[in-house]
């Protein structure tokens, strides 16, 4: 299979714990995105990475959410002291370069935080 | 306002109809433009591109009208497997990110 996976497909954490989540994109592309839906809403940015570098973080991801790409190839997301709020279907995406074909997208991480 | 704007719908149409959505976008720099399509509790899939000059894939038509700063996404003849969610995209290039600017969606539900 040569799309993005994700992994798991599903989380039910509680309040307060740690959870990470991993991304192996498509293997010749350079760009990595993370994204966040809730439902009835549009996926909302989070970061990228290209190659192994975090170039933006949005303001949305505060100091409890941290991502890595080490070597350039899978990230991973990590939520410290999950909340509630943090229930969301976390997307990674990834393109090559600044694809003007747009992005393929994983399953996503469902989180359930309870 | 926000920056990507669709009807949220829904729009029920039978079988065999013709349904257009609209999306309008407010950063006139935007550059490149897409419609992706969601299916319930499952990632985005990209539909397509929506090219200057209007294209077309199969039942699928997209045009683009940057004077109005809107882009539209026709089905024509639609089938059952066409109910989904229609994500108008749009890309503005901010720095060396080509971020994505995602619309809030549009249902559709084709009926039998």
């Known amino acids: 299979d040569t799309g993005v996976s994700q992994d798991p497909r599903h989380k039910i954490t509680k309040r307060g714990q740690n959870v990470t989540f991993r991304c192996d994109p498509i293997?010749?592309?350079?760009?990595l995105y993370w994204y966040r839906q809730t439902l009835g809403q549009g996926p909302e940015f989070l970061t990228y990475?290209?190659?192994?570098?975090?170039?933006?973080k949005s303001r949305l991801l505060s100091d409890r959410f941290s991502a890595e790409r080490p070597k350039g190839s899978f990230s991973t997301l990590e939520i410290q002291r999950t909340e509630q709020g943090d229930s969301a279907m976390y997307l990674c995406?990834?393109?090559?370069?600044?694809?003007?074909?747009?992005?393929?997208f994983g399953s996503g991480t469902r989180l359930t935080v309870v | 306002r926000k920056e990507v704007e669709q009807d949220p719908g829904p729009f029920n149409v039978p079988e065999g109809a013709t349904v257009a959505f609209n999306c309008t976008y407010s950063n006139s720099a935007s550059q490149s433009f897409f419609w992706y399509r969601q299916d319930c509790r499952k990632e985005p899939k990209l539909l397509m591109s929506v090219y200057s000059s209007g294209n077309e894939d199969g039942r699928f038509t997209a045009q683009l009208n940057r004077a109005s700063q809107y882009i539209s996404l026709l089905i024509r003849d639609s089938k059952l497997s066409d109910s989904a969610t229609y994500l108008c995209?749009?890309?503005?290039?901010?720095?060396?990110?080509?971020?994505?600017?995602w619309g809030l969606g549009t249902s559709l539900a084709v009926n039998p």
């Open positions: 990475f290209q190659n192994e570098a975090q170039l933006e």
């Open positions: 293997s010749e592309h350079n760009r």
């Open positions: 995406a990834s393109s090559q370069g600044g694809s003007i074909y747009g992005y393929t």
């Open positions: 995209v749009v890309s503005n290039n901010a720095g060396n990110n080509r971020k994505l600017i």
